[in-house]
């Protein structure tokens, strides 16, 4: 049996400034630096370590993509890479290479697979959330 954890959201939006502005007003969300790479994306604090990924995508259609996805974090993504292959499920890194996982810049590892009706699910082993 795996253990998960929620991890963070992750939003496309047409301005990235306007939408930082937003949620901290109206929900007043600290910003705090993204770790994961060296991107434009920015992120907010939604608590206990749980965040908000605000990701610009200023030219695209808003609706569902890999960008908009939730995460959860498990102490073995290898072995719940184990699981979904029993399933017969298809995984991929961020960049769409299939059955590939990814190691981000902060070092942590991860893999992004669908549910039936197309919404991305990452899995991945921050275990700072344990």
Not at 15 to 37: C, H, M, P, R, W
Not at 51 to 76: C, G, M, W
Not at 86 to 114: A, C, E, H, M, S
Request: aromatic fraction near 10%.
């Amino acid at each position: 049996m795996h253990t998960f954890l929620f991890n963070h959201i992750a939003i496309s939006v047409k301005d990235v400034g306007v939408s930082v502005a937003f949620y901290q007003k109206v929900l007043q969300l600290k910003e705090i630096k993204n770790t994961a790479s060296n991107s434009k994306t920015r992120c907010l604090s939604l608590g206990e370590g749980k965040q908000l990924h605000i990701i610009p995508r200023p030219d695209a259609e808003i609706k569902t993509n890999k960008a908009v996805h939730f995460a959860l974090s498990t102490a073995n993504v290898d072995s719940f890479v184990s699981h979904l292959k029993t399933l017969n499920i298809d995984y991929t890194d961020w960049l769409d290479t299939p059955n590939k996982d990814y190691v981000r810049n902060d070092g942590i590892k991860q893999i992004y697979f669908q549910d039936p009706d197309n919404y991305w699910i990452e899995i991945n082993d921050d275990v700072s959330v344990f």
